[in-house]
């Protein structure tokens, strides 16, 4: 590996971590707003079924940057790869705790998804 792509590679490494960071925070805002859904301090519009479908709307773009960082230095069956998958497992498993036909949430659940 050249001096040149070696730094390419640490730049978009920065990239991506600093992507993790800000995702990370922003799954984290979710359950927040789950919360004012419940107490109907949120907008008229916003449900858990709005909510979900933009929370899965994150997920899908912060995958598609790892997926390509993960192919891009052939790191599809590392510990990093692995890592990630099981992270975007318990993001999915999150959505669990709540009830979008209903507009409900299970607090166990929700408790239990942000602990992860």
């Known amino acids: 590996m050249t001096a040149q792509s070696n730094k390419y590679r640490i730049l978009e490494t920065n990239v991506l971590l600093e992507r993790f960071v800000t995702y990370n925070e922003v799954f984290t805002e979710y359950f927040k707003t789950m919360k004012i859904i419940e107490r109907g301090e949120a907008l008229r519009y916003e449900t858990y079924s709005r909510l979900a479908d933009n929370y899965i709307s994150n997920i899908h773009r912060f995958m598609k940057l790892c997926i390509s960082y993960l192919d891009k230095y052939h790191l ?15 993001l999915i498993d999150a959505l669990n705790c709540m009830d979008t036909d209903n507009n409900l949430i ?3 659940s929700l408790e239990e998804a942000r602990s992860k």
């Open 76 to 90: 599809q069956n590392s510990v990093m790869a692995e890592k990630l998958n099981n992270y975007f497992v318990d």
């Open 106 to 108: 299970n607090h166990l």
